[in-house]
């Protein structure tokens, strides 16, 4: 069965940072690219950033060089670190792979507010 949980989001002032942890079962997570998705209030999901080995990896343009993904292996974990944070990226975050499976967690709620 495959699992999709996201956590590491939260409340975080203008400037700060959150990093975002997605650990995953039911597929072979080695073998896959791995993506973060947002979804902002209102609009339709879309791709952050992407990583498919530790030397290949894909960020959205909004991004503007603030965000890191990574992953584990061994953990069947990608992480994303978010820094200097604006309240554009308030959204809810999402893991899934390339491509998305049916199946999506229940995402973690980052707000960016004073």
């Known amino acids: 069965q495959v699992q999709l949980v996201e956590s590491g989001g939260g409340l975080v002032q203008p400037g700060g940072s959150l990093r975002l942890s997605c650990t995953t079962s039911?597929?072979?997570?080695?073998?896959?690219?791995m993506n973060w998705y947002r979804q902002g209030p209102g609009k339709q999901r879309e791709l952050v950033a992407s990583?498919?080995?530790?030397?290949?990896?894909n960020y959205a343009t909004f991004v503007k060089r603030r965000f890191t993904i990574s992953r584990d292996d061994a953990k069947n974990t990608v992480y994303l670190q978010m820094n200097s944070l604006t309240p554009e990226y308030t959204a809810v975050y999402y893991c899934?792979?390339?491509?998305?499976?049916?199946?999506w967690g229940q995402g973690t709620q980052v707000t960016v507010s004073s």
């Open positions: 899934n792979k390339k491509p998305p499976l049916s199946v």
């Open positions: 039911g597929f072979t997570f080695s073998r896959s690219t």
């Open positions: 990583i498919a080995d530790p030397g290949y990896v």
